[in-house]
């Protein structure tokens, strides 16, 4: 009998999460905890903001969804609105650093509930040079 392989793990070695604190996202962050419990995946979460006045309140909710399961990175990415965006960082991000993958919610905190994916998750799974897992 042959051994199982886990070859999903090299494909999901080192994963970026961005988390706006929507469900959606916190839906993504669960699915990558899933993949570094099972495959040993690195997490890294992002964090991307203009004001930064969440920072307290995404870190705790963060952490009650991670719940001690994992190590992970936490960035928090302060920008301005006029001279970047949201996907503009995340794709930075990814760029400058060797990730495997982006796990992200295909919908953040618009108000506009018929959407069913948002501006940055488009932008992002449309230029990033990674695989991109959206999350509903």
């Not at 995946?41 to 969804?65: M, P």
């Not at 994992?70 to 928090?76: A, C, E």
């Not at 509930?113 to 897992?133: C, K, M, Q």
Request: charged share 20%; hydrophobic share 40%.
């Amino acid at each position: 009998m042959n051994e199982p392989s886990y070859s999903i793990s090299f494909w999901l070695r080192r994963i970026l999460v961005p988390v706006d604190g929507s469900e959606n996202s916190l839906r993504a962050l669960d699915l990558a905890v899933d993949f570094g419990m099972r495959y040993g995946s690195r997490i890294t979460i992002v964090h991307v903001c203009n004001d930064c006045s969440d920072v307290n309140d995404i870190q705790s909710l963060i952490e009650k969804r991670v719940n001690n399961k994992i190590k992970y990175d936490l960035k928090i990415i302060k920008i301005n609105v006029n001279e970047s965006s949201v996907s503009n960082e995340i794709l930075k991000i990814i760029n400058e650093e060797p990730y495997d993958a982006i796990i992200m919610g295909a919908r953040g905190t618009s108000l506009n509930s018929d959407i069913n994916i948002g501006s940055t998750a488009l932008a992002v799974s449309i230029n990033a040079p990674v695989s991109v897992i959206l999350v509903r």
